[in-house]
Every structure is written in structure tokens, then in C-alpha cells.
Nanobody
Framework: QVPLVESGGGLVQPGGSLTLSCTVS????????MGWYRQAPGKERELVAT??????DYADFVKGRFTISRDNAENTVYLQMRNLKPEDTAIYYC???????????????WGKGTLVTVSS
């Protein structure tokens, strides 16, 4: 069992900033990919950003506003969000590809989500 815990969500005005964090608890051998997804009301879940080693990938709608980073020693991934827009309002979910040994297949784990609300 590998719990993922997100934090940092909340209410922010348009143009404001928030930083989300997600920590994988417990003992693991390796975490490969980590990422953030979001799901707005009435919409499907969509990719926001991923990070594998030093390589990052961002969805087009991020438009240079978000930065994903990770602290491997702490098994934590961050999402720094700036210039937030109302359309960024969504539940943000953390995802991690976790390995328990060097011969295991990686498995995806999901956090329960943290709500980001961008509103005046």
C-alpha cells in the first residue's frame, strides 16, 4: 500500500498563485514518473504536467504558468502555479509510478485530490 497525499489547494483570486505538493509515503524502491492531473466539474480528467528524472512535460493550457518539480529524497512532487485563471478550477490529483524492487513492474498510484478554486 502506497498512499499519496496532496496538499496546497484552496481558494485564490485570478492572477494569484498556489503551490501543490504530493508525498508518497512508505518504503519504496523507486518512483519513476510523477505527475499532476486535474478534473473540472463536468469535464474529464486531463493531464497537467509530468516529470521523469529531469525531463518535464506540460499540457498546452498551462501556457508557461505552471512548474513541476520533485524532491526525490522526500518522494515529493510539487506543482507551482501562477497567474491562475478561473478555468483552472478543478480537483488536482497526484499520480506516481512506483516500484518496490528492481524487478517489479511499476504501478500507478493516485492521491485523493486537492481542490483548487480560482474565483473573485
Amino acid at each position: 500500500q502506497v498512499p499519496l497525499v496532496e496538499s496546497g489547494g484552496g481558494l485564490v483570486q485570478p492572477g494569484g498563485s498556489l503551490t501543490l505538493s504530493c508525498t508518497v509515503s512508505g518504503r519504496v524502491f523507486m518512483i519513476n514518473a510523477m505527475g499532476w492531473y486535474r478534473q473540472a466539474p463536468g469535464k474529464e480528467r486531463e493531464l497537467v504536467a509530468t516529470i521523469i528524472s529531469g525531463s518535464t512535460d506540460y499540457a498546452d493550457f498551462v501556457k508557461g504558468r505552471f512548474t513541476i518539480s520533485r524532491d526525490n529524497a522526500e518522494n515529493t512532487v510539487y506543482l507551482q502555479m501562477r497567474n491562475l485563471k478561473p478555468e483552472d478550477t478543478a480537483i488536482y490529483y497526484c499520480n506516481a509510478e512506483v516500484y518496490y524492487s528492481d524487478y517489479d513492474d511499476g504501478k500507478d498510484y493516485w492521491g485523493k485530490g486537492t481542490l483548487v478554486t480560482v474565483s473573485s
